[in-house]
């Protein structure tokens, strides 16, 4: 019983060896001599070692979940004109002034002693009351009133795509930031509505936005602690849906000159966990879409109005405005500390699917010395330049020009390194390099080993084809027989 057993595992054996598609089994089994077996299987074991090992490299690569960043630049016919929000370092004008402001102004920054802007709040004068007479102060409507205009005054002159008459004050959108009033040029919104985003047809500069602007220099209150030490603008170019972070980013420029602003759009799209660190399901309560400058505005609004129950003018929100007192005994302390990392981070991940906007800038002095006389000439005939001095135009002009340099863009899309079908193509390339096998293969082996086990359970097992094997086919010949000669003997009977 149990050399019959054996002898049938030897046959499953070689048939196995025979039939199969695993390459190097049949030559293994074929050898008579010993030195060639030897050979035969040093070679199978080596193969399946380092087949073994490299199937486990990329699995163990895949675990990784590493990420691969395709770069590409598309060729359009137009593009979307980026919003352009511009910032004047005064932020308050003189005339409008008045002595009890100013007055206010002085005591407000001798009792906060601190510039939100910067990092140097004194902790240790912190629960001092105001005075009587700022005890009600608030930037909001102080800001609107007193800060920084495009009017008239301002926008000397303004051009979209070399059209006159295209461009005045009612194209720019007024937005709070910690220059106090700054103006937005094709935020995309009017008011409470949408308009429609501008597009540039045409590459260079005149084809996009070209201003002129008055910073006038004769309103600065620099002399006042409220102020910049700087003379000129600060201009952001940016996506409308993201709230510009002008403090942090932009360009500044100065008086006299021509400032060519080239635009490059970059478009990013990134992955979620585990494979990139975006998060699609995030949501911002004050602006449409998630962006990473919103994400942290809000942020430190919302870390305000949970510890001090107000907000900064700056901030978006419904919480009404800090008083002096909750601005300095707790508004600067919560940015100090989200600032200077003390405290949990605002956990902004990137957005899934932005865009950027890479500017170069250069510039040229404004006007010519040639031009200068012209120019003002043509003041002194309206009878303007009586009251200005020659230097007016280099102090105070800035001619800006904002424009796509070309009508493309660049695109960075993150990808899986390695896709499961990557992985897949990678574990049967390796099986069928080092052992010639494949699924089929993988089948074949699995039925031997269930043949095998199955020997110990039953006394056939039929093959994939449906052919039985040498030892079934002889117990199926004896049956055969034995129904042959049953059959004979009823006949005879």
């Not at 009890?100 to 009792?111: C, G, N, P, S």
């Not at 699609?280 to 919302?302: F, N, P």
């Not at 031997?448 to 039929?462: N, P, Q």
Request: proline share 5%; hydrophobic share 30%.
């Amino acid at each position: 019983m149990t050399g019959s057993a054996s002898g049938k595992t030897t046959d499953l054996d070689r048939e196995f060896a025979a039939n199969t598609s695993l390459h190097g089994v049949a030559r293994f089994f074929d050898s008579t001599r010993l030195p060639v077996r030897l050979l035969w299987l040093s070679i199978l074991l080596g193969c399946l070692g380092v087949c073994v090992w490299q199937i486990t490299d990329r699995f163990q690569r895949y675990l990784l979940h590493e990420a691969t960043t395709a770069v590409s630049v598309e060729y359009v016919g137009d593009l979307d004109f980026p919003a352009v929000t511009i910032c004047n370092f005064n932020r308050y004008r003189k005339s409008a002034l008045t002595e009890a402001d100013v007055a206010k102004l002085r005591a407000y920054q001798r009792y906060i002693d601190y510039d939100y802007d910067f990092y140097d709040y004194d902790s240790s004068v912190g629960g001092t009351p105001p005075p009587d007479d700022i005890s009600d102060f608030r930037f909001t409507n102080f800001t609107l009133r007193t800060g920084f205009q495009m009017d008239e005054d301002t926008l000397l002159g303004c051009l979209w795509q070399s059209n006159r008459n295209s461009c005045t004050a009612k194209n720019f959108t007024h937005v709070f930031t910690p220059f106090g009033n700054c103006w937005t040029f094709n935020s995309g919104e009017d008011g409470e509505k949408d308009v429609p985003i501008l597009k540039q047809t045409q590459p260079g500069s005149n084809n996009g936005l070209v201003m002129t602007i008055d910073i006038l220099q004769r309103e600065y209150t620099q002399h006042l602690q409220s102020g910049y030490v700087e003379a000129g603008l600060k201009i952001l170019v940016h996506d409308q849906k993201t709230p510009p972070p002008i403090d942090s980013e932009g360009s500044a420029i100065a008086p006299g000159v021509h400032a060519f602003v080239g635009v490059r759009k970059i478009e990013y799209s990134n992955l979620e966990p585990p494979w990139g660190k975006c998060d699609k399901s995030r949501r911002l309560t004050y602006y449409d879409k998630y962006t990473l400058s919103g994400c942290v505005i809000e942020c430190r609004a919302r870390k305000i109005d949970e510890e001090c129950k107000c907000r900064l003018f700056s901030h978006p929100g419904n919480a009404v405005e800090c008083t002096p007192t909750q601005v300095k005994d707790c508004a600067i302390p919560v940015i100090v500390k989200l600032r200077s990392g003390e405290r949990a981070g605002c956990g902004c991940p990137l957005p899934c699917n932005y865009s950027e906007f890479r500017t170069s800038l250069s510039m040229a002095t404004l006007p010519s010395n040639n031009l200068r006389d012209e120019i003002w000439e043509e003041l002194r005939q309206e009878g303007i330049n009586d009251t200005l001095p020659e230097t007016y135009i280099r102090d105070n002009w800035i001619l800006l020009d904002v424009y796509y340099e070309t009508l493309n863009y660049e695109k960075y899309v993150q990808s899986e390194a390695i896709t499961p079908s990557a992985l897949i193509s990678d574990i049967g390339g390796q099986l069928g390099l080092f052992l010639g096998a494949s699924f089929i293969t993988v089948t074949e082996v699995l039925h031997y080993l269930g043949c095998k086990a199955g020997r110990w359970m039953t006394t056939t097992c039929i093959k994939v084809d449906g052919k039985p094997t040498h030892e079934s086919a002889k117990e199926v010949v004896m049956e055969e027989g034995q129904q042959t000669s049953g059959s004979k003997d009823s006949t005879l009977t």
